[in-house]
């Protein structure tokens, strides 16, 4: 397993460096529970625009240990609730999903005065990458 090094980042932005759609598993009392998300990738973490009172979220906050796929990636991590959208703290991540997800965030199915509409940060541990006919298993820690 190698460390996060430039040329699997730059892969890994152009993937998932945007709007994408990417398969994320929680567990609970040994059953796995899967689902697609929107997410985006950035210095090692996907983020996703969710509601706190969400299946995922409460599992997650009984087990944070998650799992995502999607093209070609695997990996696992830590489910981390950021919290409000709206708050201060989140001004960074909130600004960059409104530039990812322009094409849906305000189409109305968000509740921005709610402050139970949230952020979730898939930190991640580990992953493997493929591409271009070679393998990249990844330590992200």
Known sequence: ?????????????????????????TAIDNIPYVRNVDAFYEDGAFYVLTH?????????EQNPTVALSG????????????GYFGKADNSHIANKMKQVFSAWIDNGHNDFDDTNTCIL???????????????????FT
């Open 71 to 82: 093209e070609w990636f695997t990996a696992q991590g830590k489910g981390i609730s950021l």
């Open 52 to 60: 706190g009172l969400s299946g995922k979220m409460k599992q997650i």
């Open 121 to 139: 940060c898939i930190q991640l541990t580990n992953g493997i990458l493929f591409s271009n006919g070679t393998r990249y298993e990844i330590d």
């Open 1 to 25: 397993m190698e460390k996060l090094t430039k040329a699997i980042e730059v892969i890994l932005l152009e993937r998932f460096g945007k709007d994408c759609i990417v398969a994320l598993a």
